[in-house]
């Protein structure tokens, strides 16, 4: 049994001489011969830029948040009562969040934020913190996609949707929303992996992002962004055995939601202007 690792190979320092002449001609012919010369890889400028990269989000991360809302929702568990001394009505509260993709006042989020409310209460971002009371436009419950709308005033700041079928594993990914009702919270991570489908209690869903980005409750129905400032996707669930995040959350890509989104569109006038 031979021990290779006490092994010894002595090579004459001759041959390697030779061996080394013979491949720097080598490639002195074929770049005479007009082969492409290979630049060497510009170490400095790629850690600049990651460098850059690293430095802030703020600037990506500012105009989606003046987009972002966070949401409470009132479910009530009792009928009206009509008598005046009648016990107040139980409820129970929900919360979430959701991104403005149309001015006049459109709203995306999930569904299952909305699902089942009386009462659909929007905080939006600006500095008097500005509360609507909301109307559901359309929900989609296989997608998990809620469409609101509420009534402003004046345009509102709007996010616009991604391709979603750019985003690769490693890409930026930048989560925004209301955690436990905190609003106006960024975190920042990378898409982790595209899962083909996974179950969330009853509900089975499909083609979506994984991220490592910090998810939580709360954050349901807000935007996931990429570093161009643009919706990739929208936040959904996490993955915690103790509920809260663990390094694991879910955002369905914002491909699915583009139909629902393109509907608020008014159709293009005809070709010939009649």
């Known amino acids: 049994m031979v021990d290779v690792s006490r092994a010894r190979y ?3 320092m ?39 990269a690293l430095s802030s989000f703020g600037d990506v991360a500012a105009p989606i948040k003046r987009a972002t809302v966070s949401i409470r929702t009132v479910q ?5 009562q009509s008598k005046p001394t009648a016990k107040p009505r139980r409820w129970i509260e929900g919360i979430g969040s959701g991104v403005i993709v149309d001015g006049r006042g459109y709203i995306l989020t999930n569904e299952h934020v909305v699902r089942g409310a009386d009462r659909i209460e929007i905080t939006i971002a600006d500095p008097t913190q500005r ?9 989609d419950p296989g997608l998990d996609l809620a469409l609101l709308r509420i009534e402003s005033p004046r345009k ?25 009702g905190l609003s106006q919270t960024v975190t920042v991570g990378v898409i982790s992996a595209v899962r083909q489908s996974f179950r969330v209690e009853q509900h089975v869903y499909s083609d979506f992002f994984q991220t490592d980005a910090a998810i939580n409750r709360g954050n349901s129905g807000g935007p996931l962004v990429n570093s161009k400032g643009e919706i990739i996707g929208i936040n959904t669930a996490i993955y915690g055995p103790t509920g809260v ?30």
Do not use: H
Not at 27 to 51: D, F, H, K, M, Q
Not at 76 to 80: G, V
Not at 131 to 139: C, E, G, I, N, S
């Open 14 to 52: 001759r041959v390697l001489a030779a061996t080394a002449v013979a491949s720097l001609v080598c490639y002195w012919l074929a770049l005479e011969n007009g082969a492409p010369r290979v630049s060497p890889t510009p170490i400095a400028a790629v850690r600049a830029n990651v460098a850059n």
């Open 245 to 274: 995040f663990s390094g694991i959350g879910f955002a369905i890509p914002s491909n699915q939601a583009r139909a629902m989104v393109a509907a608020l569109k008014p159709p293009a006038p005809p070709a010939d202007g009649k």
């Open 156 to 180: 509102l700041p709007a996010a616009a949707l991604g391709d979603s079928s750019l985003v690769q594993v490693g890409d930026w990914a930048i989560a925004i929303g209301s955690p436990f």
């Open 131 to 139: 509360q609507f009371l909301a109307k559901l436009v359309r929900a």
């Open 76 to 80: 009530y568990l009792d009928p009206p």
């Open 10 to 12: 002595d090579v004459p």
